[in-house]
């Protein structure tokens, strides 16, 4: 059985550790409400150039371009964000293993790890890391998306990459964070059978203009794909470390029952052998 003192050095233990919790709660509820900020301009920025995007792929001949175009090789690269730090909950684990479930379904995949959680996770099953980044997600400025874009247009016009995948965890509300699995290339073309109603003319051809698009599109996907992660990992942050702080104070408030309870005890029985000793003397 624990000793008085042992549960008082467990409770002063316990007691400066979710003093350190809840400052980190108040650290991620801070750092949500900037991002938040950030996010709704992302997705402002992505939804006006996937509305482009959408329009381009109702024209006919845009199913030739070679962003549109299905390719039939089978490498499939995956670009996965993740955060560098854990301590949030399933955040990392749940977009993972999404990525690592799709894979079953694909030959000769890459990873584009954004994220050390990531990387760490994909290299324990055994998966090839193209490219792995480091304090990338805790920023999410659209140049490093831009970064990222870049590398996939080179992978994909060279053939080493024939689809690109983004896993992504995207957020609905602090209680609701839901990994995401979407194809960025090649876009779809499902729709190209085509309302001709708003049909405009591009100079000097469609796939021309196609070959600007696609990339700040790429872009602007990659960029929100970051801004919606970055803001749920600072949500399950937030609630993870709400829910240690209030284990915490469950456990303080068991142990400090328990040390009542001991010292309870340790004063009846003092007692009893102060008035066993009288009696004796009596």
Known sequence: MSSMKSIKRRIASVNSTKKIMKAMNMVAASKLQKAKSQLDSARRLFNETKRVMDNLKNYEEAVENIFVKPWRGKNTVYIVITSDR?????????????????????????????????????????????????????????????????IVESLYKSGE???????????????????????????SSSAAAANKADEMKYDPDLNFFLNYAVPMYLNAFIYAAFSESLVCEHATRMVSMDSSVNNASDIIDRLTHMYNRRYQASITQEISEIVGGINILT
């Open 86 to 150: 854990g301590l949030c909950g399933g955040f990392n684990v749940n977009v993972a293993e999404k990525a690592l479930s799709h894979m079953r379904e694909r030959k000769n995949e890459k990873i584009i790890a954004i994220g050390l959680k990531g990387r760490d996770y994909f290299q324990r099953n055994g998966k090839v890391i193209l490219h792995s980044y480091a304090g990338m997600s805790e920023t999410a400025f659209y140049e490093d998306a831009e970064r990222i874009g870049e």
């Open 161 to 187: 990459a024939n689809e690109v995948y983004l896993a992504y965890t995207q957020f609905e509300s602090v209680l609701a964070c839901v990994p995401r699995l979407e194809r960025i290339l090649p876009v």
